[in-house]
């Protein structure tokens, strides 16, 4: 087989063939510059989430503007970011099973600032066990303040599982951590606040205090009690954090270039980008992505390697067979996860070409 | 960084780290067989969609029970499946741009059974300014019969299309094809038998008819002007299939193993997998796939790396922390998109790991 097609720095974007997400230098430079100086100006410490671009360079550059540390969400994931010289890793999930706990095991020896979450006794048991020798292992207690995903339920058993951890055998307590619903600081605080006197009163030091989450990422502010925001889609945005009222389409680095190869009607444009290039994410909106060139175009539909646009809404002109269009997608963190490679370009000339050294790790 | 986890042929599924898709051998074996016999039994040539596993290993089964030639999307999987030995490829797309029409050209002189399609002059120009000199290429046209993507829209335009290509150079008029809508065999044989009409008028010889899609698989033979038919899922089946009532959930080769990693309420699990092992395509459900060994929970939602499952209505027995489980997804040809490797079992042990070889290609 020849060479994978892959892009040349110095080549113009229009030339590359499609479907093909390409990310913006420029803007990228700005959403980490910006997050990083709101977050710095509130005195946070900011974690971003590497889930979203799976790419070391970036999470080089996230830190390199005041980032402390990285947030990932496998153990994988963890060990190329290791290896990429990152130390302070925080893996957000319930880590289970023998083999994953000898492979977080190796990357603990290994590495000084690693850290995990539990929620329960049984997590929290089977770390104790897995890291009885060797260098201890820090857990943060995963607390549910509404979200409805993981974590503990409350305050009071919020402190009971820290307390099994401060008594388990090679185990270290790290602090709280939290992923919250939107638009719940209030309560996110009221969490915190109460487990912190809680521990503070049994004497239990607890260093960090983990808020999270894209959707309330500028409101990060309204949880004193938090030492440190986690947050990944910021990076690219896309048309859900626009929606959000985080940036305007002008601040999302991510575009998906994709060709028009059909048009079998005056009203239908059909694209060489589909669930494949995109992603079915639909993240509350009734269609998959914005065509930046022609906004009243509706994405209608995705099969694997074909998007159906509607065009009745275009009043101008509209696409022709071969042209080119960007889409903004819905999601960006699910598209990084498609590519092997991500493009990068500044005014329209490739800029680079990274390997999206993260993608696809199984667990 | 350690070599990345992989499972060994002879291990336990259940000693296996999650997510992670499973093949079974024997019902794979067995839903090739099944749509061969039936393909068979009425005399249609057919052309299985390697979209679905992308291994090339499946697909030399499928060609070994009877298929005809295979189906690919995009001209590096065909390259993929060229090298692995594959002569009659159909790649059903609009090709267009000249760095893809080099490679189709570079592999159309090394193979002899190369096809693609067209839908428009833009396109079939194209390929004939690319394909002047050496050998020529087969071009089908593809027919808009009421599925309202790519194609033709009516017998008379499909005559025009392939009049253009038989005067084309470096072109050879190689037959029709469509991608229909589920029950709707009566339109197709019209739009088909139509044109063929048209054509032997015309005096042009029509060696291809090509039929498709997995939700009419079982209605092919409706359509007596086809010679062919195309379909990728049945090889694994899915939870879309069994709804279509093409086949049992005892029919699906391909279950998800997950772990539950947290148990909130009582009323709530959390799975590790999320929408980069499951997908978010839904294909008309309201949930995001079918947990076997539970059937009355409900996976209600999916971030990235969780999957939230709803208990409620679960009347014995409720999973446990640590427990694995096993999933029939929605949509298959999706969620082997997001997997480097695919892991095959009979009875519960590992039989081999195959490279999802033609996954992640650009285009």
């Known amino acids: 087989m020849m060479d994978l097609p892959r892009p040349k720095a110095g080549q113009p974007i229009l030339d590359l063939s499609t479907p093909l997400p390409l990310i913006d230098e420029d803007v990228l430079s700005a959403n980490i510059a910006r997050v990083q100086a709101y977050m710095d100006a509130h005195g946070l410490k900011f974690r971003p989430h590497i889930k979203t671009h799976k790419i070391p360079a970036i999470a080089k550059a996230q830190v390199e503007a005041g980032a402390k540390g990285i947030n990932c969400q496998k153990i994988t994931e963890a060990e190329v970011f290791a290896d990429a010289g990152f130390d302070d890793l925080l893996i957000t999930f319930n880590i289970l099973g023998l083999e994953k706990l000898e492979r977080l095991k190796a990357l603990n020896d290994r590495i000084g600032g690693l850290k995990v979450v539990a929620d329960s006794r049984t997590t929290v048991d089977g770390l104790s066990q897995g890291f009885a020798a060797g260098r201890p292992l820090t857990v943060l207690v995963e607390c549910d303040t509404g979200g409805g995903r993981c974590g503990v339920r409350g305050p009071e058993a919020a402190v009971e599982l820290a307390e099994a951890i401060v008594s388990a055998p090679g185990l270290t307590f790290g602090g709280l951590l939290t992923y919250p619903k939107p638009d719940s600081e209030a309560q996110v605080e009221a969490f915190f606040s109460a487990t912190l006197s809680a521990l503070e009163a049994r004497g239990i030091a607890c260093p960090i205090v ?84 022609y906004p009243e175009a509706v994405i209608t539909g995705l099969s694997e390697e074909h998007g159906t646009v509607d065009l009745s809404k275009v009043t101008g002109r509209k696409p022709e067979i071969g042209e080119k269009v960007r889409i903004i997608p819905n999601h960006t963190c699910v598209v990084s996860n498609l590519f092997d490679s991500m493009t990068f370009q500044r005014n329209g000339i490739v800029t680079r070409v990274e390997e999206v050294k993260a993608r696809g790790l199984v667990w």
Chains 1, 2 share one sequence.
């Open 210 to 293: 983990s808020n999270g989450g894209s959707p309330s990422l500028f409101s990060a502010h309204k949880v004193p009690s938090a030492t440190e925001h986690r947050s990944g889609t910021y990076v690219y945005n896309d048309r859900s954090m626009v929606r959000a009222g985080h940036c305007g389409f002008e601040d999302c680095a991510m575009h998906i270039l994709a060709t028009v190869v059909s048009r079998p009607t005056e009203d239908r444009a059909i694209l060489d980008a589909g669930s494949k290039a995109l992603t079915s994410d639909l993240l509350g909106f009734a269609d998959f992505g914005l065509i930046l060139d």
